[in-house]
């Protein structure tokens, strides 16, 4: 049977590139056809790019070499503060080792993954030197946190651009593009791509005004980096206007107290592990900011700015009112961030990718699409 065309109801004149990409996607993908195909298309697109970017990532980086974070003291809890309170990645690794079997099922699936499985484990030669089906967990994990993070890519812009598919699927190619440019700086951790994963599940709570859901997932997220419970401020925000005010301060204080009382028992559970806590660089950003960063470097920063606030007023209000967040998270990237390290935008980096996205449609096609411009 042909499918129903998308042309139908063109008007005059053809289709243009701004009709193709802004025109009403929500009514022309009304039918169950064209709605699985391009969620299978998205499917496929995902899990192609996260192949790439999950490869790069152990290739390319130190994930597997630096000893603070061996995936084998990881593991078994013997890895160095802060890095232990961060207890999600290793427990979902430790379900797909011992429940899922997942080292068993990367082997035995076709193609090139399971043939690159040895290959990566010979990478790992960080002390304690992690097995095998460790580095396999580690992948499916990985694996899994970032197809996910590029499939809530693809629904939050589905969200942003009124049902448009074409421009969710670049935004997610675009989102790949970003994180592994940041990735092929050579530094990252293993719980860096659940960090992307949760940071954009946060927002699609908020954008969708799903308040509970995001009061119970932000646990999660905080215990899978620490950093990311700065969301919190961007729930504030969002909610001002939209739910009572009462309510809205005892959400956003029952998210303080949760992180207060949850991540205290962590780092008292892992007081003993070496290490000293949390690291503190501030007069090295400082003096990298005031004497070394180079014009190229300033010249990178401006088109970071410049893509993210572009046409400012006119993006969805959530994410407005969201960028709250950058307020917090420039003071903790300044405190504890070493310079040029760009891995510790990964907290934002949903949030810039989004705005970014906004602000390219805006500036090659001249307009946005329809979005809702109240918060009520």
């Known amino acids: 049977m042909t499918p129903p065309s998308l042309t139908r109801g063109t008007p005059p004149g053809g289709i243009t590139p701004e009709r193709l990409l802004l025109g009403d996607w929500g009514a022309r993908l009304s039918g169950r056809f064209w709605q699985i195909l391009f969620l299978v298309l998205a499917i496929f697109l995902a899990a192609l790019l996260t192949s790439a970017v ?3 990532q152990i290739t390319g980086t130190g994930v597997l070499h630096e000893d603070r974070v061996s995936l084998a003291s990881v593991m078994n809890g013997t890895a160095a503060q802060p890095f232990a309170y961060r207890v ?25 993954l399971a043939a690159k499985l040895p ?24 694996g899994a946190y970032c197809f996910c993070f590029l499939m809530l890519i693809y ?80 729930f504030f925000m969002a909610n001002l206007g939209r739910i009572g005010f009462i309510r809205n301060i005892a959400l956003t204080l029952t998210q303080i107290v949760s992180f207060v009382v949850l991540y205290g028992l962590v780092m008292w559970h892992y007081s003993g592990n070496p290490g000293g806590g949390h690291e503190y660089y501030l007069p090295d950003q400082i003096r990298f900011f005031l004497q070394e960063i180079t014009i190229v470097q300033w010249l990178l920063l401006l088109v970071v700015l410049v893509l993210t606030f572009y046409g400012f007023r006119d993006k969805n209000p959530v994410l407005r009112r969201s960028c709250i967040v950058f307020l917090p998270w420039l003071a903790a990237a300044m405190m504890g961030g070493e310079k040029k390290e760009l891995r510790v935008m990964l907290e934002v980096v949903p949030l810039i990718l989004l705005l970014s996205m906004d602000s390219l449609v805006q500036m090659i096609l001249g307009t946005t699409s329809r979005r809702e411009r109240s918060l009520t």
């Open 155 to 234: 629904a939050m812009c589905l969200r942003l651009f009124a049902g448009n598919p074409l421009i969710s699927l670049l935004a997610m190619m675009f989102a790949s593009v970003s994180v592994n440019a940041i990735f092929l700086l050579h530094l990252s951790h293993m719980y860096d791509f659940g960090v992307l994963m949760f940071a954009t599940l946060l927002l699609i709570c908020l954008e969708r005004g799903w308040n509970l859901a995001f009061t119970l997932i932000l646990p999660v997220a905080f215990l899978t980096k620490e950093t990311l419970v700065l969301y919190s401020s961007a």
């Open 54 to 56: 999950v490869s790069d």
């Open 119 to 142: 290959e990566w484990c010979a990478l790992a030669t960080s002390t304690p030197r992690p097995t095998c089906d460790t580095v396999a967990a580690y992948v499916a994990v990985a």
């Open 88 to 112: 999600v990645t290793p427990f979902l690794m430790q379900i797909a080792q011992d429940v899922l079997r997942a080292p068993s099922v990367l082997r035995a699936l076709p193609g090139p």
